[in-house]
C-alpha cells in the first residue's frame, strides 16, 4: 500500500516558477517510478515527466523539456517537479503517480501507475 500527497500548487504569472512535491507513505521502498500527469479541463490526463528510483534515469513530454525538472532528495522521497518558465497553457490539475510493480517498463501511460495522488491545482495567469 502506498499513498501519495501533492503540494506546492496555486496561482502564479506567465514566466514565474512553481515547486510541486509528492510525498509517498506506506511501502515506500516499492515505489520503482515515479511520474507526474496534469489534466486541463475538458482534455485527456497527459503525461509530463518521470522518474526511475533505481539509477534515476528521468523523461519528459516534448511540451515541458527545458523547462520543467523532475528530481528527488537523497532519501529519494519526496520527488519534486521545478516548473520554471510557466505558461497559461500549463494550467492544470497536476497528479503524483507511483508504480510498484518491478517490471513494468513503460512511464508515459496511465496504466504505468498503480497508485495516484489527488492532484493538485496550478494556475498560470497571462
Known amino acids: 500500500q502506498v499513498q501519495l500527497v501533492e503540494s506546492g500548487g496555486g496561482l502564479v504569472q506567465a514566466g514565474g516558477s512553481l515547486r510541486l512535491s509528492c510525498a509517498a507513505s506506506g511501502r515506500t521502498s516499492s515505489t520503482y517510478k515515479m511520474g507526474w500527469f496534469r489534466q486541463a479541463p475538458g482534455k485527456e490526463r497527459e503525461f509530463v515527466a518521470a522518474?526511475?528510483?533505481?539509477?534515476?534515469?528521468?523523461y519528459y513530454a516534448d511540451s515541458v523539456k527545458g523547462r520543467f525538472t523532475i528530481f528527488r532528495d537523497n532519501t529519494r522521497n519526496p520527488v519534486f517537479l521545478q516548473m520554471n518558465s510557466l505558461k497559461p497553457e500549463d494550467t492544470a490539475v497536476y497528479y503524483c503517480?507511483?508504480?510498484?510493480?518491478?517490471?513494468?517498463?513503460?512511464?508515459?501511460?496511465?496504466?504505468?501507475?498503480?497508485?495516484w495522488g489527488q492532484g493538485t491545482q496550478v494556475t498560470v495567469s497571462s
Open positions: 503517480a507511483a508504480d510498484s510493480r518491478p517490471l513494468g517498463s513503460d512511464y508515459d501511460r496511465r496504466d504505468a501507475y498503480n497508485y
Open positions: 522518474i526511475i528510483r533505481s539509477g534515476g534515469t528521468t
